[in-house]
């Protein structure tokens, strides 16, 4: 199929957690044959660091205004589908532009469901309003459960199907690389995140003044006392996260306020670092036990004593519940496997186009597209 994404970045990992999902997606797209395009709009703090600026497994398009769309009509009428995600400046001006243009099937990649949600009830509009849900063909969610009910009674969604973040395993796997913390926390600093990061790390560290522990993520406020055992690194590039995870005895999940609340909302740091053969220590919430399974494939952990606890794990069965999480992982969570499901819910979508839309899409083109 011929397929484009408008995507919040894919070019750069810096400060968002889109363009990891994005690439891990589009490259199992691109594995499985289909022709795809990621429109991304060109923005200055994103353009200074570019770590992915040629991707091999799509054709990347930058743009800096909704006016530069004109050229690319021929692109929507000849897509068979059409995937607009969440945060994408501009939102409902391009709804209305590809709308207009499309004759695919058009879909909401909402990486963000909870967050979406809880803008939209305060009336919040930035990037999805209620009127926008009923436009689109296709809801993806990054929120299972629940959730995709409320999306369709409550919200107008035709259609609303989970599609969880994924990883790439080619990119997150095992490195050899020396253990050197025997806990470690990969992620940017959230306010609603800090209580969670106090309790289940910085509070074990001063417990256990013998172990190592490391924070890695920008933006953490300079206050912020590090006890003399815990190393903070200010930025960790994607091309080292699977070094780094590699080096850790443990690595901690903490999910954000607005994911706990509604459940069913495992991070994409969930999958890379299971990926990479480390286990887990996870705060807790509704779903995580149809992601992994507690004791096996993850440990949960509520407080304080439940991390000294992992810690003074044996060894052996440290290794064996990373190594299952892994093994959940690569069958279940990969980039492979979500372009698998994008693959069946848009062909699924094609079949009750009419005929004249059917022979519109891209399927009947032969030759190059864009």
Not at 45 to 66: G, I, K, M
Request: net charge negative; glycine share 8%.
């Amino acid at each position: 199929m011929r397929l484009v994404f408008f995507g919040l970045s894919l070019s750069s990992s810096w400060g968002n957690g889109h363009a990891t999902t994005y690439r891990a997606l589009l490259r199992g797209l691109a594995n499985a044959g289909h022709d795809v395009h990621f429109l991304e709009r060109d923005q200055p703090w994103y353009s200074a660091n570019r770590d992915l600026p040629q991707p091999d497994f799509c054709r990347l398009v930058l743009y800096e205004s909704l006016a530069d769309l004109a050229s690319y009509r021929s692109l929507m009428a000849r897509a068979d589908a059409v995937i607009i995600g969440s945060y994408v400046p501009e939102a409902a001006g391009l709804l209305a532009w590809v709308e207009a243009h499309r004759s695919g099937v058009l879909c909401f990649y909402d990486i963000d469901t909870p967050v979406t949600l809880r803008k939209i009830m305060r009336g919040d509009d930035e990037y999805l309003s209620p009127q926008m849900i009923p436009v689109f063909d296709l809801y993806l969610s990054f929120t299972a459960g629940p959730t995709l009910r409320l999306l369709e009674e409550g919200f107008g969604a035709r259609r609303a199907q989970a599609l969880y973040c994924a990883v790439d395993p080619t990119l997150y796997r095992p490195t050899g690389a020396a253990q050197r913390w025997d806990l470690g926390y990969l992620g940017t600093y959230s306010a609603d995140r800090q209580p969670a990061l106090d309790r289940l790390l910085l509070q074990v560290a001063a417990r256990l003044p013998q172990r190592r522990f490391v924070v890695a993520g920008a933006q953490f406020p300079a206050d912020i006392a590090w006890p003399a055992n815990v190393d903070h690194i200010e930025h960790l590039p994607p091309a080292d996260h699977a070094a780094f995870y590699s080096s850790l005895a443990w690595t901690l999940n903490i999910t954000r306020a607005d994911m706990v609340d509604l459940g069913y909302s495992p991070s994409v740091r969930l999958f890379e670092a299971t990926a990479c053969g480390v286990p887990i220590i996870s705060d807790q919430w509704q779903g995580l036990d149809e992601v992994f399974a507690p004791d096996a494939e993850i440990v949960i952990a509520r407080g304080t004593d439940d991390v000294v606890a992992a810690l003074g794990m044996p060894p052996a069965r440290r290794a064996a519940i990373g190594e299952a999480g892994r093994r959940r992982t690569l069958a279940e969570h990969t980039g492979e496997r979500r372009a698998q499901t994008l693959d069946g819910l848009v062909r699924s979508c094609l079949q009750r186009t009419s005929p004249t839309q059917a022979s519109a899409s891209g399927n009947s083109v032969e030759g190059a597209w864009f």
